[in-house]
């Protein structure tokens, strides 16, 4: 799934990021380019990159409390 459309950057793109030790959205769009054209992918990229450095249970815990 594509997070950031302007530059083509996808969800699994940013957990790569994440697993390269990017931490932070300013490290990210200097790695990948995401949020540097419009930013309107700005506050997802951030989470999508939270919750890529949480790991897998936020994942676990977050359908745990949707269901
Ligand atoms: S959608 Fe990411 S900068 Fe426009």
Known sequence: ???CLC????????HRAAQ??????????MSTGC???CGSCSEVAEEVL??????PAVHHRR???AA
Do not use: K, P
């Open 63 to 65: 359908e745990w409390v």
């Open 50 to 55: 939270r919750d890529a450095v949480a790991g």
């Open 7 to 14: 530059n083509g950057v996808t969800e699994s793109a940013i």
């Open 20 to 29: 390269a030790g990017i931490r932070t959205l300013g490290e990210l769009a």
């Open 1 to 3: 799934m594509y997070v």
């Open 35 to 37: 949020s540097t054209g």
